[in-house]
């Protein structure tokens, strides 16, 4: 046989090609799970849906930390400061000192009201 001579695969074209297939096969497989994984409600979009809920959520804990925060302030100038606690008392309560008169203004009626 001379080196410059191919040797002929005993294989025909039909055979190569046979041997081929399960590799396209199994590209084919793959491309359809990804489209499955990206078109199902419960793949990609339900995880960008859940992304989203989560910032939300994350904001409003953010938010309930903060208030809970000021509210625990509020709770502790009431409770240790006295001029804080009166104030309160005076306007939720409508206390007042011993001797102090207090002055309720009304406005007077209109006569177009029923």
């Known amino acids: 046989m001379r080196a410059n001579q191919k040797q002929k695969n005993p294989q025909g074209f039909w055979a190569k090609t046979f041997q081929h297939i399960p590799i396209v096969a199994w590209v084919i497989l793959g491309i359809l799970f990804l489209v499955y994984v990206f078109t199902n409600e419960n793949g990609l979009p339900l995880y960008l849906q859940m992304v989203e809920k989560e910032d939300a959520l994350k904001r409003q804990t953010q938010q309930l930390e903060s208030s809970n ?3 625990g ?5 009431i409770q240790h400061d006295p001029s804080e606690l ?6 939720r309560l409508g ?3 011993e001797g102090e008169v207090v002055y309720q203004f009304v406005e007077p009626k209109s006569d177009d009201s029923p």
Do not use: F
């Open 69 to 71: 925060h000021s509210l």
């Open 95 to 97: 206390m007042v000192r």
């Open 86 to 91: 009166e104030q309160l008392a005076r306007d």
């Open 73 to 77: 302030e509020s709770i502790h100038r």
